[in-house]
């Protein structure tokens, strides 16, 4: 049992170019976050979804683009990195249930810098 | 509308001392509550969470935390600092029956042989 995994743990790429960051769960969750974290301002969601089939967009959405691939994949696309999304992202799962019970779980980071 | 804040950026303590680290919230509704602790170069681990039962919430590692509605306070405490403990500490809030979590900024505790 893996939890939430993510790849590339590294990555460096120019402006202007493309990439997506890939993120799977094993734990049979349904829902998927991704976030970023830059110094001094904690993590902030950038899009969220809350089951298979439907996503949409947290405090910091903009240059971002991502796909619910099936219940377990939540990929992260940038189309054309800039600088300032030089960061790390992190993916959380979680089940939708009550209060409780709802715990967010997250996977290592991915470190990415543009340059 | 919900809100966190890590009343200390930075907290030291030495080895053997109690750990205090401050959250305050504001929430429209009532809140669960949960502190993350993050590792150098790791990943978010759940420490503990309030979520409306107990006030005084036990979590890993010897910490715990009070929930007192009247102060909108959270605050994590232990009662004598590990090495180990060394880490950035994030508040964090749920508003009732929403389906994202809110951060503070952290607070980065360093532990002093």
């Known amino acids: 049992n893996a939890g939430v995994t993510q790849t590339p743990k590294f990555q460096v790429l120019k402006t202007g170019q493309s990439m997506t960051l890939q993120c799977a769960q094993d734990m049979n969750h349904n829902s998927m976050y991704w976030y970023r974290q830059d110094p001094g301002m904690g993590l902030r969601l950038i899009y969220y979804?809350?089951?298979?089939?439907?996503?949409d967009k947290g405090e910091v959405p903009n240059g971002y683009n991502v796909s619910r691939l099936n219940k377990r994949e939540f990929s992260l696309r940038l189309e054309s990195a800039a600088p300032s999304q030089t960061s790390v992202y992190f993916c959380a799962s979680s089940e939708i249930t009550d209060s409780y019970k709802y715990t967010q779980y997250f996977g290592p980071g991915t470190r990415l810098t543009v340059l | 509308a919900q809100s966190v804040t890590q009343l200390d950026s930075h907290v030291s303590v030495s080895e053997g001392t109690p750990v205090l680290l401050r959250c305050n919230y504001s929430?429209?509704?009532?809140?669960?509550l949960f502190w993350y602790v993050q590792h150098p170069n790791k990943g978010l681990q759940l420490l503990l969470k309030?979520?409306?039962?107990?006030?005084l919430v036990k979590g890993i590692n010897g910490f715990e935390a009070e929930f007192k509605k009247s102060e909108t306070s959270f605050h994590l405490t232990k009662p004598s600092a590990h090495m180990s403990d060394a880490a950035e500490y994030f508040c964090v809030v749920r508003e009732t029956g929403a389906n994202t979590l809110f951060f503070g900024t952290g607070t980065r505790l360093t532990v002093i042989p």
């Open positions: 929430s429209s509704y009532s809140p669960s």
């Open positions: 979804s809350a089951s298979e089939g439907t996503t």
């Open positions: 309030y979520t409306s039962a107990a006030t």
